[in-house]
């Protein structure tokens, strides 16, 4: 388990029980499966999205069993994007270790992904109502149609931050927001409170994606876990880079239109840094983190109101 | 509209239905998702999944805009998996047309195949219960497993009869099981009778398969609509070659051994036809085909049980 949740033990046990029911329901005759999918368990991600679910749970009546169901679902659907994600991405690493794309090939991770799709909604129909269900199914579409977006925007010079907004909420904000969401919901919050929180994760997921952006011009390799540059290589043009182009004078674009070496994601960074780009989505991503804060202090007073706080503050407050 | 259903203007008018709630189902603002999904619902499939659903429907109490929905959701199931299958297989064609994973490239296909695992739930979750959610969730994740153990399995001459029995029970039979079950539970049958409807479905399935894998070896590349000997080609073994390998000498294995030229794939086949391979596959066939065919006589009389004799002796009893 990742020493993320140290300072909160009631939540790491509970996260622990979580990656419990994901390991037994993973399991199964085909032992190639289930020891890949064993490993993408055990690989040590925070488990964010189940956390959100967990501590959405806190502000109403908490039912530990079926929270940690729901939060297995909900973490196992993310992994199941990942495994596709890395295919987009010819990734060979995540979280430190190999991705299933890198160590079993391309066709395996195709439908271990499908796999573990299934497996989610299985889980999901034992532990939750039809209509949560159809939200979930709304979420996976939506990630999905972020991917395919970022896919088709690749190389293009010409994505607009409103077109970057709309892929990385769909790809990353909306999850975060139906975990929070899902959480409160299901252990009888009001619909407000709910709505509330739902938001909440909304302004966490688009800071978080944002500053996960930024890392790829700011961040420090041996810290981010990736090679710095990589999206930039990949032909994905996020935050930093979308403002920079509205100022560059030719000299990136120049750049951008041949395939980049070293030398040239050195530049760009520079570049995008001196014209602004890296300062203007800090401070976008600085805006989404108070309008999380300004709602996270409008919650019921309680401990899961001080835990989401300091939790937004340790993922959105960081060094980037 | 395949005029695979011409004699039957019922059923037909209603898998039309079952494809504009498909065609509705996938609109959405990424215009290159929906008309990639367009055209693949508008390739001139059987619809074979949705008319079994309909036709279990008839058994009961039949509704129409209920089931026509249902038969949507299976289908889109089914096309989800095509999609990611052709990846697997490097198709270039499927029922004529080009591929996703061909035309747009194989991550595109991952998402789009994603895409419409999301759309077919959130359909699904409109229309039915959590039960059959359950259910079919679990037919997905049999799949699944299904085509990663037929990967697994590529190039391995000691798969067994069993193994293959198994795969495709998972790969293709489950799907027809559940199409039948599914479409006489909802209409209010008795568990009695969809389970007899969801066994007649399962044998048919085996039978279809097992006759779709001989065509490899005996078919009209024109008449089939992929090239003959691309099961072998890639490695993937079914019964006619499971079965012929029981008897072989060696000279079989000795060219599964190395890379496959066009006169090694004629000479397996002829091998294939000369130890008994081909004939002792249909003997199979004819065994799920009579199991079916026998309990689809002992189904109440009427025009649906016509029809799905007829229908599964138009799948089964063909020339292969």
Redesign the interface.
């Known amino acids: 388990m990742s020493n993320f949740w140290d300072k909160y033990p009631m939540l790491k046990e509970d996260l622990e029980m979580v990656k419990n029911i994901m390991r037994k329901s993973v399991k199964?005759?085909?032992k190639?499966?289930e020891s890949a999918l064993l490993d993408l368990i055990d690989s040590g991600g925070k488990l964010l999205r189940p956390a959100f679910l967990l501590l959405g749970g806190r502000f109403g009546y908490y039912d530990q069993k079926k929270l940690c169901s729901l939060g297995a679902t909900i973490e196992m659907l993310h992994m199941?994007?990942l495994v596709?994600d890395d295919?987009?991405d010819d990734a060979v690493l995540r979280r430190g270790s190999q991705t299933i794309q890198s160590k079993y090939g391309?066709?395996?991770a195709?439908?271990?992904?499908?796999?573990l799709?299934?497996?989610c909604?299985?889980l999901?129909?034992?532990n939750t109502s039809?209509?949560n269900?159809?939200m979930l199914?709304?979420a996976?579409?939506r990630i999905?149609?972020g991917?395919?977006?970022q896919?088709?925007s690749q190389f293009n010079q010409n994505v607009s931050v409103k077109k970057y907004l709309k892929r990385i909420g769909a790809k990353t904000a909306a999850l975060f927001s139906l975990s929070l969401y899902i959480g409160a919901e299901e252990s009888g919050c009001s619909k407000k409170l709910a709505s509330k929180l739902g938001r909440i994760g909304y302004n966490i997921g688009m800071a978080f994606q944002i500053i996960d952006d930024l890392l790829d011009y700011t961040g420090d390799e041996k810290v981010v876990g990736k090679p710095v540059g990589n999206d930039l290589k990949q032909g994905i043009y996020t935050l930093p880079l979308i403002y920079a182009l509205e100022s560059d004078k030719g000299d990136i674009r120049r750049m951008l239109s041949k395939p980049l070496c070293y030398e040239d994601i050195k530049n760009i960074v520079k570049l995008a840094k001196e014209l602004g780009g890296i300062e203007r989505a800090r401070a976008l991503a600085k805006k989404y983190t108070d309008k999380a804060f300004k709602d996270i202090t409008s919650l019921p007073d309680g401990e899961a109101k001080v835990i989401l706080m300091e939790i937004a503050e340790k993922l959105l407050v960081r060094d980037y």
């Open positions: 199964c005759n085909e190639l499966i199941a994007t596709h295919i987009l391309k066709n395996y195709v439908f271990m992904g499908d796999y799709f299934s497996k909604f299985m999901l129909s034992n039809i209509e269900m159809k199914s709304k996976v579409s999905c149609a991917e395919i977006d896919f088709a």
